[in-house]
Nanobody, 121 residues
């Protein structure tokens, strides 16, 4: 099986920074894309950022210029460096990966359990 485990969430003051990590483990052949989503209380889950296998990135307009997504392919890990945090960035952040599993055809979608980010004003 495959697991995604996020870490790095916590409480930070507005204007501060946090770095989230998401490590994928298990019977992984290759990871196509890794993404971050977030969900605030009472709101729908929204897409935040994506990084492809060749390192191409894209961001939601709401975080562009403040968040940076990166990945370490050797560790099957994706990071989200968040700077200039705002109260509206507070949410549970989820990692998502589209990947290929060893010995199993097709592409598979996995989600992490989420990590809470709280931003105090």
């Amino acid at each position: 099986q495959v697991q995604l485990v996020e870490s790095g969430g916590g409480l930070v003051q507005a204007g501060g920074s946090l770095r989230l990590s998401c490590a994928a483990s298990g019977s992984i052949s290759s990871i196509n894309v890794m993404e971050w989503y977030r969900q605030a209380p009472g709101k729908q889950r929204e897409w935040v950022a994506i990084i492809t296998g060749d390192g191409s990135t894209n961001y939601a307009d709401s975080v562009k210029g403040r968040f940076t997504i990166s990945r370490d392919n050797a560790k099957n890990t994706v990071y989200l460096q968040m700077s200039s945090l705002k109260p509206e960035d507070a949410a549970v952040y989820y990692c998502h990966a589209n990947l290929r599993r060893l010995g199993v055809p097709g592409a598979w979608s996995y989600w992490g359990q989420g990590t809470q980010v709280t931003v105090s004003s």
